[in-house]
């Protein structure tokens, strides 16, 4: 076992990635010529199915060295074992290490790029050199709450700032679309659209029925028909309003009006020998049609960006009067278990004050392998979370500390029944313990039999999701450290 309790070492993806198919068996390591052992890996790639996908290059301990995406896999893949491969400076020591390699495959381009991106932040290969850094994918955002919305392109879909503690104004309900896999084509397809629709992108706080807008100069947009320049209020924020409503509709459609009329105006741009106009507008379609290339927040995979938001003291005041508690909530704690097909099993705390996080006390907890479980079973997330609230809380049972305000467990009844079965045995017991389902999202309390249901827009259910949440993507980061150790041979 390890120590009671690891520190806090930064988040980390849930993106979801099955498990890699291995492409051949190969012989044991040294019993083959270079040769032989590239005419393999070669004939390997050939029999790859012809779709998107990632593939992930192995040495002769399993250690993951190189991954990669494909729009072909038979046609990337093969091209690193013909005997003319060049693969730089940085590179060509791989193919002398490549032993085998894995792959998986992907709905499209777009996908790939995202599942190559989360394994190479994950694993950390030693021949990659790009996405190990912090940069994401972008997305695109519509803003609500302001008198006249406005369009922006940006890397942190939730607003924000660490260093203030404050969320920007413009993004409190706004419309997020996205991670695009291709920020150039969602930059122009933003600035062909505004054409169309025109929207602003400007950053100004415009207040309607404010005198000094009459006076202001609206800027060059407006005078090439782009934006109505609602800065001078030249339009009314109702009309305006439904030009940015058509607009978000038009991102969730199959945009199959605005382009076919891009390309009857590109036909007839060829027709007229118009060559350039021609080739900008199929630029300008390719970009319309590449917004498809996006996932969904929910899909999880830039956790490092999509932290959710709440505004802690409604939540907190929401949830005591859910709970039914006499005192104000100061601290909540979260707990949840993550393993990979029973292994590697680890616990997850996170800890939150006032309603944000709380890093100092984050904690985690690998659990120790279960035997002769029914079935044949390596993993049971209900001995797993009396292992994780036994070790967290047996000071706080015995008096030594004072509990959390209220204590969450992801899961349902029986994770609840689970958790209460560990504070039975202590001598002190907590104020209030809980667990939240997923899917229905229902919170089951240690004092009702029926679980609690909330509006998806409650203040309270929204913070138990966000403490949840956090539980789970800590929880994750460390499984997935321990899943890198063994795989990667760190």
């Known amino acids: 076992m390890a120590d009671d309790a690891d520190q806090y070492g930064g988040f980390g993806g849930e993106g979801s990635v099955d498990e890699p198919l291995a492409a051949d068996t190969p012989p044991p390591w040294g019993t083959e010529s270079r040769e032989a052992r590239m005419t393999r890996l070669s004939k390997a790639a050939r029999n790859l199915p012809p779709v998107p996908g990632v593939y992930l290059m192995k040495d002769h301990k399993g250690v993951v060295v190189y991954v990669g995406k494909a729009a072909t896999l038979p046609d990337r893949v093969s091209s690193y074992f013909v005997p003319s491969a060049d693969l730089g400076v940085q590179k060509q020591p791989l193919l002398d290490e490549v032993w085998t390699f894995e792959y998986l495959t992907c709905e499209g381009e777009w996908e790939a790029l995202l599942v ?105 947009l407006h005078a090439i028909g782009q934006c109505t320049a609602p800065c001078n209020e030249s339009i009314a924020p109702e009309p305006y309003r439904r030009d940015v409503e058509r607009f978000t509709r038009f991102l969730d459609s199959k945009r199959s009006t605005v382009l076919r009329e891009l390309r009857e105006e590109m036909t007839e741009a060829s027709k007229n020998l118009e060559f350039e106009r021609a080739a900008t507008l199929r630029d300008q379609i390719t970009a319309i049609e590449r917004l498809d290339d996006r996932a969904k927040r929910s899909d999880g995979w830039q956790p490092e960006t999509e932290l959710s938001y709440v505004d802690p003291q409604s939540g907190l005041k929401s949830l005591q009067k859910t709970l039914g508690l006499d005192a104000a909530i100061r601290c909540i704690e979260g707990i949840d ?154």
Not at 122 to 130: C, F, G, L, Q, S
Not at 191 to 220: A, E, S, W
Not at 380 to 398: K, L, P, Q, T, W
Not at 464 to 469: A, I, K, T, Y
């Open 116 to 220: 190559e991106n989360r394994l190479i932040k994950d694993i950390k290969p030693k021949y990659n050199a790009r996405l190990v850094d912090d940069k994401t994918f972008p997305y695109l955002v519509v803003t609500q709450r302001e008198d006249y919305p406005r369009v922006f392109v940006t890397r942190n879909p939730t607003g924000f700032d660490a260093k203030t503690g404050e969320v920007a104004p413009e993004m409190r309900g706004a419309k997020v679309f996205g991670p695009f896999t291709n920020a150039g084509a969602l930059r122009e397809a933003v600035q062909v659209m505004q054409r169309v629709f025109k929207y602003r992108t400007c950053k100004l706080d415009i207040v309607h029925g404010d005198p000094k807008n009459r006076f202001f100069r609206p800027c060059l």
């Open 337 to 490: 278990i993550a393993h990979l097909q029973g292994g590697e099993t680890v616990g997850s705390k996170v800890s939150f004050v006032d309603g944000r996080p709380f890093k100092d006390e984050y904690r985690r907890y690998r659990i120790k392998g279960f035997e002769n479980l029914p079935g044949g079973r390596t993993n049971d997330d209900y001995m797993s979370i009396r292992e994780v609230v036994s070790r967290r809380y047996r000071e706080a049972g015995a008096g030594h500390e004072l509990y959390p305000e209220v204590i969450l467990i992801d899961g349902g009844l029986g994770q609840l029944h689970a958790a209460l079965e560990a504070f039975s045995e202590l001598d002190v017991k907590p104020p209030m313990v809980i667990s939240l389902a997923k899917k229905e999202e229902l919170i089951y309390t240690q004092e009702k039999a029926e679980p609690i249901r909330l509006s998806r827009n409650n203040a309270g259910l929204r913070m138990l999701q966000q403490v949840r949440d956090e539980a789970h993507r800590f929880a994750q980061h460390y499984h997935h450290v321990l899943r890198r150790k063994r795989t990667v041979g760190e």
